[in-house]
Nanobody, 126 residues
Framework: QVQLVESGGGLVQSGGSLRLSCAASGRTFSSVAMGWLRQAPGKEREFVAGISWSGSRRYYDSVKGRFTISRDNARNTVYLQMNSLKPEDTAVYYC????????????????????WGQGTQVTVSS
């Protein structure tokens, strides 16, 4: 099982930027699709972005053009660059590893993931 540790959250003003990082343990990282999800108070966890082992990407509609997911297999790390942040982006952000390996399918929902980090808080003030 992959162990995941997120970092990079914090408080930022509307229109600002943050970059989240997720360090993963395990020798299978390069074979696993990864993703980011978020959960705001009183709401269900929602998919934000996913990246396959080959680098294909998928984004939730509300973050397209503002967020970018990337991975560095040499560092066992996945990133989420968040630009033009809005107050509605406020949530706990979770890094997750897919529950399958060596597939070009890009994760699209929480059901595609089997391992989760502890989460990092992102707060965007208006």
């Amino acid at each position: 099982q992959v162990q995941l540790v997120e970092s990079g959250g914090g408080l930022v003003q509307s229109g600002g930027s943050l970059r989240l990082s997720c360090a993963a343990s395990g020798r299978t990282f390069s074979s696993v699709a990864m993703g980011w999800l978020r959960q705001a108070p009183g709401k269900e966890r929602e998919f934000v972005a996913g990246i396959s082992w080959s680098g294909s990407r998928r984004y939730y509609d509300s973050v397209k053009g503002r967020f970018t997911i990337s991975r560095d297999n040499a560092r066992n790390t996945v990133y989420l660059q968040m630009n033009s942040l809005k107050p509605e982006d406020t949530a706990v952000y979770y890094c997750a590893a897919a529950n399958y390996i060596r597939s070009d399918y890009v994760p699209a929902s929480a059901a595609d993931f089997g391992s989760w980090g502890q989460g990092t808080q992102v707060t965007v003030s208006s």
